[in-house]
C-alpha cells in the first residue's frame, strides 16, 4: 500500500457583511471572512492537504481568484472537485485532521456538524475527519478577531 501525507494552511482576515463559513457550515457572526469564494478557511487548507499530499499544485492553481467562475463559490465544491482531481490521479483520501484557529465564534459546539459536511464533501465517513477548534491567546490578528486560520493534514492512499 501507498500512502503519502499532505499539509494544509489558510487565513483570512473578518470582514463586516459577509457570512462565515467554516468548514462548509454557516455560523451566525457580525462578521465573515474575505476572500474571493465563501473565504472558509478550514476547508481550503483540507484542500490544499489533499492536493499537497497527492504531488498536486495548491488550490490557487485549480481555483484561481483571478477566475471570476469562483467568485463567492461554495467551498464544498472545490473539496468535491479536489476529491475527483485525486481520484484521477491514481488516489484517494483515507483520513483529514485539521485545526480552526480563532477568537470567536466558538466553534466548538458545531464540530459534528462540520464533520458532517466534510464527510459528505470527500466521502470519508466522520470517524476519519479529526476536527478541532482553538484560540490564539489574543495574540496577533487572529488573537485581536481580525483573522480566521486553519491547518489540515490528510492521508492518501493509492487507489
Known amino acids: ?10 487565513i483570512h482576515r473578518t470582514v463586516a457583511g ?5 468548514a462548509g457550515v454557516r ?18 487548507a483540507i484542500c490544499d492537504a489533499f ?5 498536486l499544485p495548491d488550490i490557487g492553481n485549480f481555483f484561481p481568484d483571478t477566475d471570476p467562475t469562483w467568485r463567492n ?3 464544498q465544491i ?26 470567536a465564534p466558538r466553534v466548538s459546539g458545531r464540530i459534528a456538524d462540520m464533520k458532517a459536511v466534510l464527510a459528505a464533501s470527500t466521502g470519508l465517513p466522520s470517524s476519519s ?5 482553538t484560540t490564539n ?15 489540515a493534514v490528510a492521508l492518501i492512499e493509492r487507489a
Not at 500500500?1 to 489558510?10: F, Q, V
Not at 459577509?18 to 467554516?22: I, K
Not at 492536493?51 to 504531488?55: E, I, K, N, V, Y
Open 129 to 133: 475527519i479529526g476536527l478541532k477548534a
Open 18 to 22: 459577509r457570512p462565515l463559513v467554516l
Open 1 to 10: 500500500m501507498s500512502l503519502r501525507i499532505g499539509h494544509g494552511y489558510d
Open 73 to 75: 463559490a461554495d467551498s
Open 78 to 103: 472545490l473539496l468535491k472537485r479536489v476529491v475527483q482531481v485525486l481520484r484521477e490521479s491514481g488516489w484517494r483520501p483515507v483520513n483529514l485532521d485539521a485545526t480552526v484557529i480563532a477568537e
Open 51 to 55: 492536493l499537497g499530499a497527492a504531488g
Open 27 to 44: 455560523f451566525e457572526s457580525a462578521f465573515g471572512l474575505d476572500g474571493h469564494s465563501d473565504a472558509d478557511c478550514v476547508t481550503h
Open 137 to 151: 491567546e489574543r495574540i496577533d490578528d487572529i488573537g485581536r478577531g481580525l483573522a480566521i486560520a486553519a491547518h
